[in-house]
């Protein structure tokens, strides 16, 4: 602060004529010395004037001010306090002298014009100064001014004003200051956000002052919230660098002093920067910093207009008035805000969809579904990612296989499940703020405030810490239009610590994924899942009508879940991956279109039976947050069929009576629906065939390779073992000493070639079945099992090696057919499998049909067992309805095994007799 030079003038000079001029009084610097700025016309602009013939008690000095730390004299504020009440920003009369041999003008300061008030009479008649009484003025004129001041000083003494106070205690007139501020966020606490009395002791330039906060003398640095006006440059030591002329910055100082310095305002501090204070000034004649960016003369700031406890939306206004205009700071400024159709701004719509935290879909009332992402967020990035000063992501980090975002990265999920519970399947505004180009092979985003009941979706995930605030440069208009809330949202997270800007590092969320891992299904799972009467979980996918993966947070796992009780219409598939797009069964679309609105991503209810036949997803029954039987319902719609393995459940009825009702109604799959009349159907003597009506048993020893589904079985002659090892060992040689070029083969369906197989990367002999997007279906025809390879891995056979037969040859398990439940035929081919599956067995040939593999029973050498038979006896496959003469006794033999299997309800027996499914009734 500036201070008073107290040396007192020559007693006896000689000087000039004081002049006289009238200006307005622009700062109080002590209780004798002020600076007025003369009125326009009249240089110089500025002139400070030291009272004649008075002392006034010095001031304090501030540490660093041209000194060390000095005290108030007592009485120096109450002097200093007076004057400026009286003076600051009043029209006066003025004269000034400078004496010889001094730096100082002196004079006489009159409120209004000459004939006004005579200042320096007044403060001597209040007590506030002493009058300089060893003055000895030459001129007549000054020696009766000198007189008159003695004189109003005796009337203070003898009235005991001011200072004179005979009962005053000169310490209660000393301020106690506190120039520097060890905690300045404490001092903001102890307002508590109240507005504090202050007084403007210095404009360092527009955006930037120096306050006393009354009554405890605090001097504090003051940033004034949500602007930024130009500021002198600092040179290589701090200090300002006059050579560097910044546009604006005499204009914005002289504005705010013209208007603020030393008045009184209140002061709201809002936050702290270093050691400088953030608030807004508050003055009952506008706010400054309004009037700031109107005029051009300063641009918004976002960090700290997020500080701020209200009024921002003033601020971009005023701002938005100077950039209109063009004004000073903007006089080249071009808007880049984009403009909408009307329609396509705004619209209502219920959410049918939440993606990663930053993303929702939208069902808009036409049934269209527009995808809308949140102006001016992000969500939670990936903790290795490499991040800029501004927040934008420089580099992501590699993401291993299988990288599932939603899980992996910290807070994803919470932002995820915010967002679920709080829109899903509610009504939200979208409002448009811009338009996102297209970059980085990512399409144009179309940006919004989302509204629900009033509340901004992205304000409310950024005040939890579940989402971040993007930073733009100060002229990009592209944002939110709801900017300064979401700062504001920001910064209260972040005080609180809350979600990711907490101190400590979250740990990411620990998922079993057993649509990838389907090991630990049955054994770990599966049991408790079944002994659960409900389940809880949430949909996150849904792949058909019957068929979606579900998440289970009590046992924090992903699992595929196929609907029980039904058979649903396959729907379209697009192209992915290579994979051309598939067309789906008729109302495989609707089906998936009906299941994805009625369970994506809600909270559902489950109960798991058992698993499909490969062990990779669980079929269970679900209900919706309506208590919807899913299964129901979709047959009520006609966009399922009851599936004959729902006979078993507690639901069939159910099931039957929806099918029906969709029947009566012919909807969907149901509408060419025409019912069956039930007739009995005449019994056919099939013909006896002609030929041996004697069985020949002709048992050959094989080793069996290979085994399917149907099933049939690929089995090698163990007489032609050495050969096929000799022609294997010549292959391998071949191809090792003269590899082929890849690519240079082109395979076409029927071709037998070579093909390198993926276990042992070895080449054999291979026919192709199918060829499609660079890939080839081949069968191994010498072990008979089958393989998808790239063209790359195919080649042609080497001449020499083709004439020789397949040493593996194809058969079907002669008089046995499998159950239909995946799950029965599952288990009979697992058990088909450990019986024969690469063991030496012997063969049996009973038929030779016109098509088809031959027929054939396979026993066990050793004991003499017919295999197939066994199967039969042991509950898990049924005897093949055949009417061949001369195989009559052995089907007798295979009906007795069964019926025993029957009586003794095993396996596929255990609910009695399934072969009474194939009444017409129960067909489909």
């Known amino acids: 602060m500036s201070t008073t030079n107290t040396a007192a003038a020559p007693a006896t000079v000689t000087t000039a004529p004081a002049l006289k001029l009238k200006g307005v009084v622009k700062q109080v610097l002590s209780g004798d010395t002020v600076v007025i700025r003369a009125s326009k016309g009249a240089p110089p602009p500025e002139k400070q004037i030291t009272f004649s013939y008075v002392l006034a008690p010095k001031l304090a000095r501030r540490p660093g001010a ?34 010889p041999n001094s730096n100082r003008e002196y004079g006489f300061v009159w409120l209004g014009d000459e004939s006004g008030e005579n200042v320096v009479q007044t403060m001597v008649k209040e007590g506030l100064v002493t009058v300089r009484r060893d003055s000895r003025p030459p ?240 969500p939670p990035r990936d903790t290795r990612a490499v991040v800029g000063a501004d927040g934008e992501e420089i580099k992501a980090p590699p993401r291993p296989k299988n990288f599932r975002p939603l899980y992996e990265i910290p807070f994803m999920f919470d932002a995820r499940e915010f967002l679920r519970k709080k829109l899903i399947n509610k009504k939200v505004q979208c409002v448009l703020d811009y338009i996102s180009p297209a970059r980085d092979n990512f399409p144009e985003k179309y940006c919004y405030t989302v509204l629900i009941s009033g509340q901004n979706v992205a304000e409310a995930m950024v005040a939890k810490g579940l989402a971040s605030v993007v930073r733009y440069r100060q002229d990009d208009d592209q944002r939110s239009s709801c900017y300064d809330q979401l700062f504001a949202a920001e910064n209260q997270a972040i005080k609180g610590q809350k979600g990711m800007h907490g101190k400590k590092d979250a740990a990411t969320m620990r998922v079993n994924d057993l649509t990838v891992d389907h090991s630990r299904i049955k054994i770990q799972y599966l049991p408790s899942w079944q002994r659960a009467l ?86 269970g029954w679900l209900w919706t947050d309506n208590n919807t039987n899913l299964s129901v319902a979709l047959v009520e719609e006609g966009l399922a069929e009851v599936h004959f393995s729902a006979e078993k459940s507690e639901y069939y009825r159910q099931l039957k009576s929806a099918e029906d009702r969709a029947k009566a109604a012919k909807k969907n799959i149901w509408a060419n629906y025409v019912e069956q009349v039930v007739e009995e159907t005449p019994v056919v003597e099939e013909k006896e065939e002609k030929g041996p009506v004697e069985r020949k048993v002709n048992l050959e020893d094989v080793i069996v390779t290979e085994i399917t589904e149907t099933p049939t079985f690929y089995a090698q002659s163990c007489a032609s073992g050495s050969k096929l090892d000799a022609l294997m060992a010549k292959l391998h040689s ?82 046995v057919q499998l159950p239909q439940d995946n799950e029965d035929k599952e288990e009979a081919l697992r058990a088909f499998a450990e019986d024969v599956l690469n063991r030496k067995v012997q063969i049996n040939i009973e038929l030779k049909p016109s098509s088809g593999p031959a027929l054939a029973t396979i026993h066990d050498p050793t004991t003499n067992i017919d295999i197939g038979k066994q199967l039969v006896s042991d509950g898990l496959v049924m005897v093949e309805k055949r009417g061949e003469r001369k195989l009559r006794e052995l089907i007798d033999q295979y009906k007795a095994a069964q019926q025993a299997a029957l009586n003794a309800h095993l396996a596929i027996w255990k609910y009695g007799d399934i072969t009474q499914d194939d009444a017409p009734e129960f067909s489909r």
């Open 66 to 99: 041209g000194g060390d730390e000095t005290k108030d004299e007592p009485w120096a504020w109450d002097s200093r306090e007076f004057l400026r009440q009286k003076l600051i920003g009043k029209e006066v009369m003025f004269s000034f002298e400078k004496p």
């Open 139 to 378: 001129e007549p004129q000054k020696q009766e001014d000198l007189q008159k001041l003695i004189e109003l000083e005796d009337q203070a003494k003898h009235a005991g004003r001011g200072k004179w106070s005979p009962n005053a205690n000169p310490n209660d007139h000393v301020r106690q200051i506190k120039w520097t501020q060890d905690n300045p966020s404490q001092i903001v606490e102890l307002f508590g956000g109240k507005p504090v009395k202050a007084i403007i002791e210095h404009v360092r330039d527009g955006s930037t002052v120096r306050a006393f906060l009354l009554p405890d003398f605090y001097y504090i640095t003051l940033m004034i919230s949500g602007i930024r006006c130009p500021g002198v440059k600092l040179d290589a030591e701090g200090k300002p660098d006059l050579k560097i002329k910044v546009p604006y910055v005499d204009e914005a100082r002289f504005f705010v002093e013209t208007r603020l310095l030393q008045r009184e305002v209140q002061i709201l501090l809002e936050s702290v920067n270093n050691a400088n204070f953030i608030g807004t000034i508050l003055h009952p004649k506008g706010n400054i910093a309004e009037s700031l960016l109107r005029e051009g003369l300063a641009k918004c700031v976002d960090w700290s207009m997020a500080l701020m406890k209200g009024g921002a939306d003033k601020l971009r206004a005023a701002e938005r008035i100077a950039k209109e205009k063009r004004l000073r700071l903007w006089q080249d400024y071009k808007s880049n805000a984009p403009t909408f159709n009307t329609k396509e701004k705004d619209f209502t719509g219920v959410v049918v969809e939440v993606f990663n935290g930053d993303a929702i879909n939208v069902k808009l009332p036409n049934g269209q579904i527009k995808k809308v992402f949140f102006s001016s967020i992000r």
């Open 534 to 619: 409900r389940t809880e979980g949430i949909v996150e996918f849904v792949a058909s009508g019957s068929r979606i993966r579900l998440y289970i947070p009590k046992d924090s796992c992903l699992v595929t879940f196929l609907l029980a009780g039904i058979s649903c219409p396959r729907s379209s598939r697009p192209a992915l991956n290579g994979v051309p797009a598939q067309e789906g069964e008729p109302f495989g679309d609707e089906a998936l279109a009906f299941t994805r609105d009625r369970i994506l991503q809600r909270d559902v209810s489950v109960h798991i039976d058992t698993t499909d036949k490969n062990g990779t997803s669980v079929i």
């Open 734 to 815: 071949d191809f090792q000493s003269n590899p082929p070029i890849a690519g240079a083969y082109t395979p076409k369906r029927g071709d037998l070639c070579a093909a390198q197989f993926s276990a042992d990367n070895q080449w054999y002999r291979a026919k192709v079945e199918r060829v499609q997007d660079n890939k080839a279906h081949v069968l191994y025809i010498d072990y008979g099992n089958k393989e998808v390879v790239p063209f790359t891995r195919l080649a042609s056979l080497p001449s020499g090696f083709s004439s020789e037969k397949p040493f593996a040859t194809e058969y079907a398990l002669a008089l």
